[in-house]
């Protein structure tokens, strides 16, 4: 049957309009980043004010820029914190949920709630728990240990651990779906194979299960890392990323849209998270057709 005219403007619409917003603001706005990050702009006059400089901006980020070592550390501890706590509990939530416990549907519910708030929003519920004066953190330590009030999110020393807690909560949830899907998509043949070799619950899942479960892995690394680095919200409306709270998105923002107004140079701190995030990305994409070769 040949398409009509009709079918191929539905065609062209369907697939040029997403294509064209994609292109206009995806891959337009990283591009100019990247190019803007090789100059030396402040934002305020016109495109002739730009003054290219090369390099000096990745130069003086990684030599003279004291928040930047901190905030990529900071960066390493949140990926490093998120993999081995958040997304471990995820993954074990989903196992014990995939085993039809009474009432799984509400408790996967309850872990997933914080899943669908933004993490602005996170940032605000957590000072409540958190606040030194008010927070019922610190009215529960009194209550059950007569300790003194501690100011979590004022201790430079405390303060990435404490947001990282509340980071966490969210993270775990989406790490909980994710895996919950991946597990009902198994081959049940798989299970059963197992048990029939004699495979107890743990052995079938470390060495039938979890193998089976490669494309989801490979997808939590990658949002793993992803929500490392563009951890932004949740810090911003505790400190806007100050006070041993700083990371590479904050500092972006600092920079482009701050009192110092340096585009060039915020620009240059993005690219260096475009670059960071895009190793695992291809890893991913490169793995994925592999698999699907295969």
Avoid: C
């Avoid at 405390?158 to 991946?182: D, K």
């Avoid at 690219?271 to 994925?288: D, E, H, K, P």
């Amino acid at each position: 049957m040949r398409n009509g005219r009709g079918d191929r403007i539905t065609v062209a619409l369907m697939l040029g309009v997403p294509a064209a917003l994609v292109l206009g603001l995806v891959w337009l706005p990283a591009l100019a980043t990247v190019v803007l990050s090789f100059t030396r702009w402040d934002g305020i006059g016109g495109l002739e004010t730009i003054e290219w400089i090369g390099v000096q901006n990745y130069v003086d980020a990684f030599t003279i820029y004291p928040p930047f070592g901190p905030a990529l550390s900071n960066n390493l501890i949140w990926l490093v914190v998120l993999f081995t706590v958040p997304t471990v509990l995820g993954m074990f939530l989903a196992v014990l949920l995939d085993r039809q416990l009474r009432g799984g549907a509400l408790y996967q519910s309850i872990f997933y709630m914080p899943v669908v708030l933004s993490l602005a929003l996170i940032g605000f519920i957590w000072q409540l728990i958190y606040s030194r004066d008010q927070g019922l953190l610190n009215a529960f330590l009194a209550f059950a240990a007569d300790a003194p009030p501690v100011d979590w999110f004022g201790n430079p020393d405390l303060n990435l651990y404490a947001v990282l807690v509340a980071a966490g909560w969210r993270h775990t949830g989406y790490i909980m779906l994710l895996y919950l899907a991946g597990l009902k998509a198994v081959d049940p043949t798989l299970r059963e194979a197992a048990a029939i070799d004699g495979a107890g619950p743990v052995r079938t899942f470390t060495s039938v299960v979890f193998p089976a479960l490669l494309p989801i892995n490979l997808v939590v690394v990658v949002v793993t890392v992803i929500d490392a680095l563009r951890a932004f919200d949740i810090v911003w409306v505790i400190n806007r990323g100050r006070n041993g709270l700083e990371l590479i998105s904050a500092l972006v923002t600092q920079n482009v849209i701050g009192e110092a107004s340096r585009v060039g140079f915020g620009s240059a701190l993005a690219v260096v998270m475009l670059l960071i995030s895009v190793v695992f990305i291809v890893v991913y994409v490169a793995t994925m057709l592999r698999g699907a070769r295969r």
